[in-house]
């Protein structure tokens, strides 16, 4: 490498250290960020890496093959990790009449129907979930230039439109996770906390690999995984060895 080459590489590291701060920069030092490690031992680095003083969220980072550009190669579903997320999680419910009752009695947090849309247009947000009865779909849908970008659209593949809100709004309090294509075909996905075991984290993390090895699309041609990283919410990406996942 040239003497420019190493000295463009200095600057960047100099602004990423300026950017990230000391804990991030130490536990950069502490590790290979380099190597791809087993599922076990990025777990381990994972929460040692999680410094900062509030209980970080661990989250993976699944970068795919496919094009999510093509109707046959969008992944989108979702899965109960068997730990939960160690998130509290708000739930909106669009139901009428008795499905209004059920999801009352489910423990969501929040339910109603058209006399909703006005009040999440003018701009609140405070749900982190939203499910819907099919008949309800009309009315939410108007309210798709909103809840669309933030993730936040019902679906029936996610389980969030449905009849059935009892075990809608039951799995998502257990633990039930979307997962999707981002624009650029990354999953994106919370798999627990810092206060977490490892063995809490690995069970959730596999429960999560294993619906998504599933969700593989049959046109897909070439690598399915390109690169899967755990991180923690302040604390550097851990590669994971791919091959070894894929198997």
Not at 5 to 28: C, F, P
Not at 67 to 85: E, F, N, Y
Request: one cysteine or more.
């Amino acid at each position: 490498m040239t003497w420019e080459g190493d000295s463009r590489n200095y600057h960047q590291e100099v602004k990423e250290n300026m950017k990230h701060g000391k804990k991030y920069v130490e536990a950069l030092k502490s590790y290979d960020k380099l190597t791809q490690y087993d599922r076990d031992e990025a777990i381990t680095l994972v929460k040692k890496l999680a410094t900062a003083k509030f209980d970080e969220t661990i989250e993976a980072h699944i970068r795919t093959g496919c094009d999510g550009r093509h109707a046959d190669q969008q992944i989108r579903g979702a899965v109960v990790l068997p730990h939960g997320t160690g998130k509290q999680v708000r739930v909106l419910v669009f139901a009428k009449a008795a499905k209004a009752d059920e999801a009352q009695a489910a423990g969501a947090e929040f339910v109603g129907a058209e006399e909703l849309v006005p009040k999440i247009q003018g701009g609140w947000l405070d749900f982190d979930v939203v499910v819907a009865t099919p008949d309800m779909m009309g009315v939410v849908g108007r309210l798709g230039r909103i809840l669309g970008p933030k993730g936040l659209m019902p679906n029936p593949k996610a389980g969030t439109v449905t009849m059935d809100v009892t075990k809608a709004v039951n799995d998502i309090k257990a633990g039930k996770i979307e997962y999707r294509l981002d624009k650029t075909n990354i999953i994106h996905v919370p798999i627990g906390k810092a206060s977490f075991t490892e063995e809490q984290l690995a069970d959730n993390f596999q429960t999560l690999m294993d619906a998504i090895l599933k969700a593989k699309p049959s046109t897909l041609k070439g690598a399915y995984l390109k690169s899967v990283t755990l991180t923690s919410t302040m604390g550097p990406g851990v590669k994971l060895n791919v091959a070894k996942l894929a198997n």
